[in-house]
């Protein structure tokens, strides 16, 4: 079974709001309330890069990249999409979807080490996960 062995790197799972189980990838709403903001996670054992994925899982991991950028774009209506796969702090392979505006607060620059995290209080984070999850088509 591909699954077996895969452990999710704490960090991610503290920074991040479970939205769904794809046939692939694990989905995170990343808690940043400054940028909306989703994370892919294969859920591979020992996968530090794409090119680590057999041919099969790349083409699963950019299917389900571009169905997470159409839900945020949908619900967000962002400027743009910024999507990387950067691993620097947490090697586990993640895919950033992150939806930016030119008027949030690191524009034009990159969103990561841009100030403080800024996590979405109680009453904002299940009405925007089920918007996010209606637009999954889940």
């Known amino acids: 079974m591909p699954e077996t062995g895969f452990q999710l790197d704490p960090r991610l799972e503290e920074i991040g709001h479970p939205l769904a189980e794809w046939p692939l990838s694990r989905v995170f709403l990343f808690d940043d309330a400054r940028f909306p903001w989703l994370m892919l996670v294969p859920r591979r054992a020992d ?58 607060p690191a524009w034009p620059g990159p969103v990561w080490g841009h100030g403080e995290r800024m996590p979405y209080p109680a009453h904002m984070v299940g009405p925007l996960m089920d918007r996010l999850r209606q637009a999954f088509g889940a």
């Open 47 to 104: 996968i530090v890069e794409i090119l680590d994925l057999a041919p099969a899982d790349r083409q699963q991991l950019f299917d389900e990249t571009m169905k997470a950028a159409e839900a945020l774009r949908a619900v967000a209506r962002p400027d743009k999409l910024n999507i990387g796969a950067l691993g620097n702090m947490v090697r586990q392979l993640h895919v950033h979807i992150v939806g930016r505006f030119q008027s949030d």
